[in-house]
């Protein structure tokens, strides 16, 4: 338990502090153990070890002295555990599903010496995008007790980050917000790397380029200059038998006439 104090307005630079403390009616006053100091050497803290947090009040006395004059004192009745500062929760782990967009999310409850109950705490937590995690939240939920909370991704190709605190909910627990956790990242990005990037710009204005001018081409007039119709071709034979019968008829007996076996038969009379 660290605890620390401001020196009087009106205080002579020779004032020193010391520090007493009684943690219930039932236990011995206490001076401080570890005095903390300033530049000048005055004892303007303390810190105390092993330290219970009882349901009674615990008392306070600064008490101080300077050869100059008489100090006042200061004293208080405090119920610790409301004014304690609780510590965020630990051994945060997030796990999420390859396929599905659910992530379960696992801590342990802030470590205190007066309770170890897990529903004397409610919890805070903060998602964002890992790209942006000064931006706003992504994600905020309030979760009273239990050591999970589902978080559904809205996309799954986004990293993010994720921090928690704690508060007293009931027990004697600091109905305050603790301290946050560190930041904790998760889930998976797809990164293309700056030379895919490049290839992908150039095949894209190559694409844009050629797009382009097959359009200037066509619009211009230019695209038959370059690329001219291939005539089809004649018919040469087209007509040919009926202009000519004759020479039709003659060309094939000749084709024939080559072909044929010709056979002599002589009749002999008598």
């Not at 300077?66 to 004192?73: A, E, V, Y």
Request: aromatic share 12%; charged share 25%.
């Amino acid at each position: 338990m660290n605890c620390t104090w401001q020196a009087g307005r009106a205080a002579p630079g020779d004032t020193q502090y010391f520090l007493y403390w009684q943690n219930s009616r039932y236990d011995n006053t206490m001076e401080c153990e570890i005095y903390i100091k300033d530049e000048n050497g005055r004892n303007v803290g303390c810190r105390f070890q092993n330290v219970r947090i009882d349901t009674e009040k615990a008392y306070f006395l600064v008490n101080g002295s300077s050869k100059d004059s008489l100090i006042q004192f200061y004293d208080e009745y405090i119920q610790l555990y409301k004014i304690e500062k609780l510590m965020p929760p630990s051994n945060i782990t997030v796990h999420c599903e390859e396929i599905q967009n659910d992530c379960i999310i696992q801590w342990q409850p802030p470590q205190i010496n007066h309770s170890n109950k897990d529903k004397c705490f409610k919890y805070e937590i903060n998602i964002k995008y890992k790209g942006n995690p000064e931006g706003n939240s992504k994600y905020i939920s309030i979760q009273e007790g239990g050591n999970s909370h589902t978080f559904r991704r809205s996309n799954m190709r986004k990293k993010y980050y994720l921090k928690m605190r704690a508060a007293g909910s009931a027990c004697f627990v600091s109905p305050a917000w603790g301290e946050w956790s560190a930041p904790v990242e998760f889930g998976k990005e797809d990164i293309i790397s700056f030379s895919a990037w490049i290839l992908l710009v150039v095949a894209v204005a190559t694409l844009l380029v050629a797009i382009f001018t097959i359009l200037f081409c066509k619009r211009t007039g230019y695209w038959k200059a370059a690329f001219p119709k291939i005539p089809q071709p004649k018919k040469l034979f087209c007509g040919l038998t009926d202009t000519y019968p004759e020479l039709m008829e003659s060309k094939i007996q000749s084709i024939i006439s080559e072909n044929e076996d010709i056979i002599l038969i002589v009749d002999v009379v008598k």
